[in-house]
C-alpha cells in the first residue's frame, strides 16, 4: 500500500513540476531583423564605397559578420540586396514627403514637392541610384515584391491627392484618380529614365522635364 502511496505522490509531483520555458518567440524575430539590418546596411555601405557592380554578397556577408547563407535568407541575389536598401530609403522619402506636404497648395505644387524629395533621396548617392533605376523595373525576389508593393501604395497616395483635387474643383470629376496618378508616376518615371541616358542631369531631371511634362498631363485633368 505504501509503495502505491509513494509511486503515486512522485506522480503528482512530477506532474505538478513547472513547465519548461516555451522559446522566446519574440526574441528569435528580433534576432532576425537585427540580421536584416545588418546586412542591409552592410550592403549600402558596400555599394556606395565600391560601386553596385563591384560589390559581391560575400562581401557583403564579412561586413555584415554573418554567413554567406544568411545573406541569401533575406535576398534572393545581389539585386534583390539593391532592392533592400533602396526600399526603406524610398520609403523614408516618401512618408516624409506626404507629411510635409502642402496640403492648400494646388495639385501641381503638390506633386512637385513629392518627387522634389524622391529626386533630392536619389541625387545623395547617384550611382547606386542610377543602378537601381535600371534593376527595378521587372525586380523580383522577396524585397523587389516589397519594392512592388511600396510602388503601389504610392500611386494610392497620389491618386489620394488626385482625389482631393477633384473635390476642390481643379480636376474633372469624371477622372479615374488611380488611372490618373499612374500616368503621373510614368512621367515621373520616365524623367528618371531621361538623367539614367545621361541626356539630361537630375536637377534638369525634375525642372524642367517632369515640373513641365506634369504641367501638360494636368491641362488635361482640369475640370
Known amino acids: 500500500m505504501s509503495k502505491v502511496i509513494t509511486s503515486a505522490t512522485k506522480r503528482r509531483r512530477r506532474s505538478a513540476a513547472p513547465a519548461a520555458p516555451a522559446p522566446e518567440r519574440g526574441g528569435r524575430a528580433q534576432q532576425k531583423l537585427d540580421t536584416?539590418?545588418?546586412?542591409?546596411?552592410?550592403?549600402?555601405?558596400?555599394?556606395?564605397?565600391?560601386?553596385?557592380?563591384?560589390?559581391?554578397?560575400?562581401?557583403?556577408?564579412?561586413?555584415?559578420?554573418?554567413?554567406?547563407?544568411t545573406v541569401f535568407v533575406h535576398a534572393r541575389d545581389?539585386?534583390?540586396?539593391?532592392?533592400?536598401?533602396?526600399?526603406?530609403?524610398?520609403?523614408?522619402?516618401?512618408?516624409?514627403?506626404?507629411?510635409?506636404?502642402?496640403?492648400?497648395?494646388?495639385?501641381?505644387?503638390?506633386?512637385?514637392?513629392?518627387?522634389?524629395?524622391?529626386?533630392?533621396?536619389y541625387?545623395?548617392?547617384?550611382?547606386?541610384?542610377?543602378?537601381?533605376?535600371?534593376?527595378?523595373?521587372?525586380?523580383?525576389?522577396?524585397?523587389?515584391?516589397?519594392?512592388?508593393?511600396?510602388?503601389?501604395?504610392f500611386l494610392h497616395?497620389?491618386?489620394?491627392l488626385v482625389r482631393d483635387a477633384q473635390a476642390r474643383g481643379e480636376v474633372a470629376g469624371d477622372i479615374d484618380p488611380l488611372a490618373a496618378a499612374h500616368n503621373i508616376f510614368a512621367l515621373y518615371f520616365a524623367a528618371l529614365l531621361s538623367w539614367l541616358s545621361g541626356f539630361v542631369t537630375?536637377?534638369?531631371?525634375?525642372d524642367p522635364v517632369l515640373k513641365s511634362s506634369l504641367a501638360l498631363q494636368f491641362r488635361g485633368l482640369r475640370a
Open 157 to 160: 497616395r497620389i491618386a489620394s
Open 123 to 153: 541625387g545623395e548617392q547617384p550611382l547606386v541610384s542610377q543602378a537601381f533605376v535600371k534593376a527595378f523595373p521587372g525586380a523580383s525576389g522577396p524585397n523587389g515584391e516589397r519594392l512592388n508593393a511600396l510602388t503601389f501604395a
Open 78 to 121: 545581389k539585386a534583390d540586396l539593391l532592392m533592400m536598401v533602396m526600399h526603406d530609403r524610398l520609403a523614408a522619402a516618401v512618408d516624409a514627403a506626404f507629411e510635409a506636404l502642402p496640403r492648400k497648395e494646388p495639385l501641381l505644387p503638390q506633386l512637385i514637392h513629392v518627387f522634389q524629395r524622391l529626386f533630392a533621396m
Open 202 to 206: 537630375l536637377a534638369a531631371a525634375l
Open 36 to 69: 536584416r539590418r545588418r546586412i542591409r546596411d552592410a550592403a549600402w555601405a558596400l555599394f556606395t564605397e565600391l560601386g553596385y557592380d563591384d560589390t559581391t554578397t560575400k562581401a557583403v556577408a564579412e561586413r555584415a559578420e554573418v554567413a554567406t547563407g
